[in-house]
Nanobody, 125 residues
Framework: QVQLAESGGGSVQAGGSLTLSCTMS????????MGWFRQAPGKEREGIGF????????QLADAVKDRFTISRGSAKNTIILQLNTLKPEDTATYFC??????????????????WGQGTQVTVSL
């Protein structure tokens, strides 16, 4: 059974940074991709970006590409979402997700069918 677990969320002031991790179990993260999303209260789930298992290629949404990065973690089956220069509008629950089909990822949640429980990020002025 595939399980995803996010960690690293917290409360920071605007301009601060956080490092989120997604640890995968029950899945071999090989020749595939993983996505990151966020959802603020009352809003739809928003795609942040995704990364290929090789770690050489990522895609980030225009809204965050100058401030966020996605990378592979040093631990096996872990991916990292680095959040920099955080703004209050970044406040949301952040999720990682595994795709329905290997190597088919995008910024739309419809490509994914396995989600972690999420980790809360709160940014204050």
């Amino acid at each position: 059974q595939v399980q995803l677990a996010e960690s690293g969320g917290g409360s920071v002031q605007a301009g601060g940074s956080l490092t989120l991790s997604c640890t995968m179990s029950g899945i071999t993260y090989h020749d595939s991709c993983m996505g990151w999303f966020r959802q603020a209260p009352g809003k739809e789930r928003e795609g942040i970006g995704f990364i290929w298992s090789e770690g050489r290629l990522t895609q980030l949404a225009d809204a965050v590409k100058d401030r966020f990065t996605i990378s592979r973690g040093s631990a096996k089956n872990t991916i990292i979402l680095q959040l920099n220069t955080l703004k209050p509008e970044d406040t949301a629950t952040y999720f990682c997700a595994a795709p329905i089909r290997d190597r088919v990822c995008g910024l739309n949640a419809r490509f994914y069918n396995t989600w972690g429980q999420g980790t809360q990020v709160t940014v204050s002025l």
